[in-house]
């Protein structure tokens, strides 16, 4: 059931996740679809998500977006009044000013977070939560798994240090699949759908930015719009329980990304390679994070994770048939 709509205010939103906008020209959604995206949230009971360009809105925008509970998700350069704030790549870290009780997304490039990790664990010392996005997740090669490993072992290493000390940090990638016993992904076309500035509603926002030349079988990927409503072919297939693979997997925090599915696999539902990969490394990582802390006598409320022996279940799958 939806429970979300994320409202895109600008073609020049920020991104806060795999996808990446390329978009340069502005695009403000205009005032009339603003008010209609907001009245049909309230007609079916949906929390609003309104992702801000980088420019200041003007303040007739900023007084309809305030008539409503909303969250903000802004860039790190525009952040009076952000919920969420996302910092798009390595340099944005040391440009910021830090806030208690926000919530700071991380988009960075396999490269820069294998290369500068440490500028990520002096970041995790100033915020309480932050999520870390691989922006070019799709590049994942099984010869990166050493060098991921390191990374989620330098930063499970200082909320250790955090926890020990006696203050609270989260952060997406070790410790949300502690806290968890099921799965808790992205849900986008199953529990949240996004709405664009031409008025038109979206699985999410990457399918709205998706460039014609990305566009798989150059498809429109728009779900309906303000005037009929959503219209969500096969939507069974944005549901965990028609996702074969993600279903049985035990990978809690995993972003379960409906757009890098597509992508890779040309299956909303079927995960790659690559992003189970990560997942599963990300949640051995937690279960030696979730037992390193507790060695120390410090009580951590969570779920005991088990040991496996596979990074990929498609591997598992293939070996029982």
């Known amino acids: 059931m939806i429970q979300y709509l994320v409202i895109l205010l600008d073609d020049t939103s920020t991104s806060f996740c795999h996808y ?45 977006i305030d008539n409503i509970d909303h969250t903000n998700i ?42 500068q990790v440490e500028k990520v664990c002096k970041l995790l010392h ?16 099984d010869e990166d798994t050493e060098a991921y490993n390191g990374v989620l072992k330098m930063l499970a290493a200082t909320i250790e240090s955090i926890y020990i000390n006696g203050k609270n940090v989260q952060c997406n990638l070790l410790t949300d699949r502690m806290m968890l016993d099921k799965m808790n992904n992205c849900g986008a076309g199953d529990t949240t759908i996004t709405l664009a500035p031409n008025g ?21 990927y728009s779900i309906g719009d303000l005037k009929s409503g959503l219209d969500i072919k096969n939507s069974q297939l944005y549901k ?18 409906i757009w ?6 040309y299956e909303v539902n079927t995960p790659s390679h690559e992003q189970c990969v990560m997942a ?16 120390h006598g410090n009580f951590l409320p969570g779920h005991n994770i088990n040991e496996i022996k596979y990074l990929d279940p498609f591997e598992v799958r293939k070996k029982k048939l």
């Open 200 to 220: 038109m509603f979206y699985v999410c926002p990457a399918f709205y930015f998706a460039d014609d030349e990305d566009a798989i079988g150059n498809l429109n």
């Open 260 to 265: 890098l599915n597509r992508k890779m696999t």
């Open 126 to 141: 100033q915020v309480d939560r932050l999520n870390i996005v691989m922006s070019d997740a799709e590049t994942f090669k």
């Open 74 to 115: 802004q860039p790190s350069g525009n952040v009076d009044n952000g919920d969420v704030i996302v910092l798009d790549g390595i340099n944005d870290i040391k440009t910021s000013k830090y806030k208690k009780g926000v919530s700071y997304v991380l988009r960075i490039d396999k490269l820069s977070l294998f290369t």
């Open 20 to 64: 990446s906008n390329n978009k340069k020209e502005r695009n403000l959604m205009p005032l009339d679809i603003l008010k209609a995206g907001i009245i049909y949230a309230m007609k079916e009971n949906l929390n609003i998500q309104f992702v801000y360009p980088c420019y200041e809105l003007p303040e007739e925008y900023l007084k309809v």
């Open 240 to 257: 965990l329980d028609h996702a074969p693979l993600c279903r049985k997997c035990d990978a809690y925090q995993c972003k379960r990304c």
């Open 280 to 295: 599963h490394l990300e949640r051995n990582a937690s279960r030696d994070l979730l037992q390193s802390i507790r060695r």
